[in-house]
Each structure stands twice: as C-alpha cells, then as structure tokens.
C-alpha cells in the first residue's frame, strides 16, 4: 500500500512537516512503514514537499489541495503508471492489465503487498504446465529495443521461478529464459530485439522451473541507439578513437591501436596514435599510419607507448594531448607486476603539428597531476567562451595500497594556450563520496557559451542505468550540474573511450571502441547517432 502525503503534516499545526516514526499513523499502521529504509523515504518526500512549498508559498497542505501531489511525485522519481520516470521517457510499456494482453490456463491476479510490482497488480501462474501470457509489444517503429521486465519482490520463493519467454516479430522467433527471482522488484534486462510493429511477446513455464508459480507483471522496450561498425583493421586491436571536423570537409579519426595478438591489456603497454579520415562520419575510413609511436630514448616518460589521442585546432596549428608511458619488460599480460609499472607511470604530453598528418613535434609532458597523485591520463581538452582551454583529465591518488592505488578522480587545469602551462584547478570535477573509482573517460565539448562533459560511469554510480555515459554541464569548468544519462551502453558488452563528434546541424555521433564479448580480445571502432 501506498502511504498518504497526507500523514506527514500537521492538523493544525499550519507550517508543520512531520517524518520518521513519528508520523501520523495508528499502531498497527506502524507496523511496516517503521523500518529504516521506508522511513527513509518518508523524509526525502517530506524534504523535497519542503522545497516545493517554500518555492511555490504553498503550506504543506495546500500543496496537496491545490493538486501538486503528481509534481512531487515526479521529483521523488517515481515509476509508476501515469508517472513514468522522466530518465524513461523512451520506455514503452505494457502491463498484465493492459488491453490485449491475454491468459491461458490457470491465472489469479492480486496485489502484491510487498511492493516492486508495476502496475496496481500481479498476475500470478500457478503449478500448470500449459499456462501462458501473450503481450501485445507497444512497438510503433521498426528497430532495435532492449526487451526488460518486472516483476514484485519474491522474498519468500525458495526455489527459481523460470520462465520462457518468445518474442515474434516479422515472422521470426526468438526466445530467452528469465529467473525471476533474481532482481525481482526491478527492471530486468531480457536482451535485444529487432521488433517491428504487432511484436508479440509469450510467457510460458520452463521446464527449468523449480518453483509453484511464477509471476506475470510489467515489461517494456526501448530503443536501442544501434553501434555501426566504421573502422577497424585486420590483425589490430584499437582503442580511443577522437574523431575530428576537419576544415575542408570531412572527419579526420585519430585513434590507438596495438598487435591483436598481444591481447586487450596490451593497450597500455604496446599502443601507437594512428590516423584515418573519411568525407562523412558513416566512413569509409581510408589508414594514414602512424603519427606519433612510444619516443623510444631510454630516458623518455613517454619511451614505450602514447594512446589516449585528444586533437584541437587553433590558429592554424594542431594540438595532439595524450597519454604516455614506460615499463620495465615488454608485452607484460593484464595487471601483472610488470603491467602496473607501465599502469602508474601513466603521464600526460602534448605535440603539435602544421598539418594532421604531421610531423608531430614533442613539446613535453604536462603538468597538470596533483602532488599526491600516482598517475593521470584520459586528457580532454576545449577552448572556454572566454579563449582559455580547459582540460578534463583521470587521475589516481596515492591513498589506498599499492599496486591500484586509489581513489580515482576527475580533475580540471586552465591555460590561456592551448601549449599551457596548464593550472590545476579543481581535484575532482564529478564526486561521488565514499565511491573509490566513479568515473572515467571524459569526453570535453562546448555548445554555445555551455560547456558539455560525458562521463563514462564505472557502475551506476551517477544513474541507475549500469555503466551509462552521464552528460554534465558547467559555465566556468569548475561547478558542473548532472542532466542525465545520455547514452546506455544495451548492446555491447565493452563501450570504452567515447568521443563525441558534433558538425553543424548534423546530428551528433558518439564515436567509441566496441568489445562484443569478455572472451575475445578484438577490438572496434564504432559509432552510434542518437535520435
């Protein structure tokens, strides 16, 4: 059951909110809503009623009288029908009350008193094997959706609820199993889907069910932004693509790429900065080789490998950041002793160039890594409104045990030159308190006199969607606001280093490497466009 706002004011107190146990209720009605987690929520909903009736010059009353009840439920976050999420927005849903939707065999639907159900009610299947639930899928355009589906807390199931699910469209058939116990009280991801419009989706017992009944509830799709293959090359692997609007026309796409054959962690270790261009952002993307490779003298901070390439064109010249390094052993394998040596002299440089395909000249390692700092790399950088540069760069202090170190943060630096000297000016840009590595990979543009910041988020530590790129926004570079996530990585199973490429009035295309699965080590370049 719901608890009423209602129960969190005051009778004839007028200006008086009332949260915790305290709240008005009888003895029994005290008996769930007592714990931590529920009472919780009691005080974020009374704090953010506080805020709306300071803002609107309501009392706590009237802003339920006066018919702001579905507001503060929106700003609460709430999902629910009628009030879907505003970060859902794209979701469509169907649920087992919904037209169309249809039963076979032996069905009961009920409320489900320990919530997580979407909807006013469950649809629950017991022990028959026959039984069914076919759901019309709101599809209105043809495409790629991830599949997701809900169903209540299932606290008391001993054993797995399975069931199979098959999804028809365009003739084709295609089937997934679904535990539900499992996340059970939250959207499911089932999978993607190319649906076309009358898909339908079947819901039957598996003969991996172990358990009585099983439940039918909610499940919605969303579309998919579709990555496209636009470069890769045979017998490499490749990385960090910074795809780049060139002057004349056309996309200059910087990127990393080392031998396949020494496998996925050897972009640190064995990584050159390489050079593609293209007439349009689709490709093809026609190899220029190499432009700048590890400097080779046995004293160089950069001797061994460069990757992270961030390009800029200012005032006719090219400016190339990126990220340098050197070991004691070559080729080490993943997070060996020798593969954190090449880890945690990571340091920042820059080169310059008269033309994109060079020469590139060294100018030196930038310092810009705070004192306590272990490492720093994934440098962005963009000219500000007002003609300086702001860099956006990954750094790791030297707090926790060797060899991680930790925490890792995101720091800011200004220069009036693109060639600095760049000032440190903020130590962590995008905080998530008591989360060792939050954040990385930022990607750095301006809209106007705004400035735009994507970062990839390490789990859902920003957003509830895991592993999501967070779009922030800032007027100086120092103070920025998170509006959201902008991308949610559905259909690969590694989305690393995006770029974002912004031309005119085209749309904008996020560039990224694409790693389809954990057991291959082949790595491309991808782009997605955004709807």
Same mark, same amino acid.
């Given at each position: 059951?719901?608890i009423?706002?209602?129960?969190?004011?005051?009778?004839?107190?007028?200006?008086?909110?009332?949260?915790?146990?305290?709240?008005?209720?009888?003895?029994?009605g005290?008996?769930?809503?007592? +714990?931590?987690?529920?009472?919780?929520? &009691?005080?974020?909903?009374?704090?953010?009623?506080?805020?709306?009736?300071?803002?609107?010059?309501?009392?706590?009353?009237?802003?339920?009288?006066k018919?702001?009840?579905?507001?503060?439920?929106?700003?609460?976050? /709430? @999902?629910?029908p009628?009030?879907?999420?505003?970060?859902?927005?794209?979701?469509?849903? +169907?649920?087992? #009350?919904?037209a169309?939707?249809?039963?076979?065999?032996?069905?009961?639907?009920?409320?489900?008193?320990?919530?997580?159900?979407?909807? @006013? =009610?469950?649809?629950?299947?017991?022990?028959?094997?026959?039984?069914?639930a076919?759901?019309?899928?709101?599809?209105?355009?043809?495409?790629?959706?991830?599949?997701?589906?809900?169903?209540?807390?299932?606290?008391?199931?001993?054993?797995? %609820?399975?069931?199979?699910?098959?999804?028809?469209?365009? /003739?084709?058939?295609?089937?997934?199993?679904?535990?539900?116990?499992?996340?059970?009280?939250?959207?499911?991801?089932?999978?993607?889907?190319d &649906?076309?419009?009358?898909?339908?989706?079947?819901?039957?017992?598996s003969?991996?069910c172990?358990? =009585?009944?099983?439940?039918?509830d909610?499940?919605?799709?969303?579309?998919?932004? #579709?990555?496209?293959?636009?470069?890769?090359?045979?017998?490499?692997?490749?990385?960090?693509?910074?795809?780049?609007?060139?002057p004349?026309?056309?996309?200059?796409?910087?990127?990393?790429?080392?031998?396949?054959?020494?496998?996925?962690?050897?972009?640190?270790?064995?990584?050159?900065?390489?050079l593609?261009?293209?007439?349009?952002?689709?490709? !093809?993307?026609?190899?220029?080789?190499?432009?700048?490779?590890?400097?080779?003298?046995?004293s160089?901070?950069?001797?061994?490998?460069?990757?992270?390439?961030? +390009?800029?064109?200012?005032?006719?010249?090219?400016?190339?950041?990126?990220?340098?390094?050197?070991?004691d052993?070559p080729?080490?394998?993943?997070?060996?002793?020798?593969?954190?040596?090449?880890?945690?002299?990571?340091?920042?440089?820059?080169?310059?160039?008269?033309?994109? #395909?060079?020469?590139?000249?060294?100018l030196?390692?930038?310092?810009?890594?705070?004192?306590?700092?272990v490492?720093?790399?994934?440098?962005?950088?963009?000219?500000? =409104?007002?003609?300086?540069?702001?860099?956006?760069?990954?750094?790791?202090?030297?707090?926790?045990?060797?060899?991680?170190?930790?925490?890792?943060?995101?720091?800011?630096?200004?220069?009036?030159?693109?060639?600095?000297?760049?000032?440190?000016?903020?130590?962590?840009?995008?905080?998530?308190?008591?989360?060792n590595? %939050?954040?990385?990979?930022?990607?750095?543009?301006?809209?106007?006199?705004?400035?735009?910041?994507?970062?990839?988020?390490?789990?859902?530590?920003?957003?509830?969607? !895991?592993r999501?790129?967070?779009?922030? #926004?800032?007027?100086? /570079?120092?103070?920025?606001?998170? =509006?959201?996530?902008?991308?949610?990585?559905?259909?690969?199973?590694? &989305?690393?280093?995006?770029?974002? &490429? +912004?031309?005119?009035?085209?749309?904008?295309?996020?560039?990224?490497?694409?790693?389809?699965?954990?057991?291959?080590?082949?790595?491309?370049?991808?782009?997605?466009?955004?709807?």
């Open positions: 059951y719901w009423p706002y209602r129960s969190l004011y005051s009778r004839n107190v007028r200006n008086l909110f009332i949260a915790g146990r305290c709240f008005s209720c009888t003895h029994v005290l008996g769930s809503p007592r +714990v931590m987690n529920t009472l919780a929520q &009691l005080g974020c909903a009374v704090g953010e009623a506080a805020a709306m009736c300071v803002k609107g010059g309501y009392s706590p009353r009237e802003l339920y009288t018919g702001h009840a579905r507001e503060l439920q929106r700003n609460l976050g /709430g @999902d629910f009628g009030n879907p999420d505003p970060a859902r927005k794209a979701w469509r849903y +169907v649920d087992d #009350e919904s169309g939707v249809t039963f076979k065999g032996k069905w009961r639907q009920t409320y489900n008193e320990f919530g997580g159900q979407y909807g @006013d =009610k469950t649809s629950w299947g017991d022990k028959d094997a026959a039984i069914s076919t759901y019309p899928l709101p599809v209105e355009k043809a495409g790629r959706y991830a599949l997701k589906g809900i169903v209540p807390h299932l606290f008391y199931y001993r054993d797995a %609820p399975v069931v199979e699910l098959i999804v028809r469209s365009g /003739g084709k058939e295609s089937r997934v199993e679904w535990n539900q116990l499992p996340g059970s009280g939250f959207w499911y991801d089932l999978g993607t889907f &649906l076309q419009p009358g898909a339908t989706l079947e819901m039957r017992r003969k991996n172990r358990y =009585k009944t099983i439940a039918a909610g499940f919605a799709i969303v579309p998919v932004a #579709e990555a496209r293959t636009v470069y890769e090359q045979p017998e490499k692997c490749m990385r960090c693509p910074n795809p780049v609007a060139l004349t026309g056309g996309v200059a796409l910087f990127h990393s790429h080392w031998p396949e054959k020494y496998r996925f962690g050897a972009w640190l270790t064995d990584s050159e900065i390489a593609a261009t293209a007439a349009t952002a689709d490709g !093809p993307f026609v190899s220029h080789g190499v432009i700048l490779k590890g400097a080779g003298e046995a160089a901070w950069d001797r061994d490998a460069v990757t992270d390439p961030c +390009v800029l064109q200012h005032n006719g010249k090219w400016f190339l950041y990126y990220m340098g390094t050197h070991g052993e080729h080490p394998k993943l997070e060996t002793p020798g593969w954190w040596v090449y880890r945690n002299n990571q340091r920042i440089g820059l080169a310059v160039a008269d033309r994109i #395909e060079g020469p590139w000249k060294r030196g390692q930038l310092e810009v890594m705070p004192p306590e700092g490492l720093c790399s994934n440098p962005v950088v963009c000219e500000t =409104k007002d003609g300086r540069f702001l860099m956006v760069f990954k750094w790791v202090e030297n707090r926790r045990p060797a060899p991680a170190y930790g925490p890792i943060h995101i720091g800011s630096a200004i220069a009036d030159s693109p060639s600095g000297p760049f000032r440190l000016v903020a130590k962590e840009v995008f905080p998530v308190p008591g989360v590595f %939050p954040g990385e990979e930022p990607c750095l543009w301006r809209e106007g006199e705004r400035l735009c910041c994507l970062i990839h988020d390490k789990g859902t530590n920003y957003s509830s969607s !895991p999501a790129l967070i779009r922030f #926004e800032s007027e100086d /570079g120092i103070s920025w606001t998170k =509006k959201g996530v902008a991308f949610k990585r559905e259909s690969i199973d590694r &989305l690393e280093r995006p770029f974002l &490429l +912004v031309q005119n009035d085209a749309k904008p295309v996020l560039f990224a490497t694409a790693k389809d699965n954990s057991r291959t080590y082949k790595t491309r370049i991808v782009a997605l466009t955004k709807e």
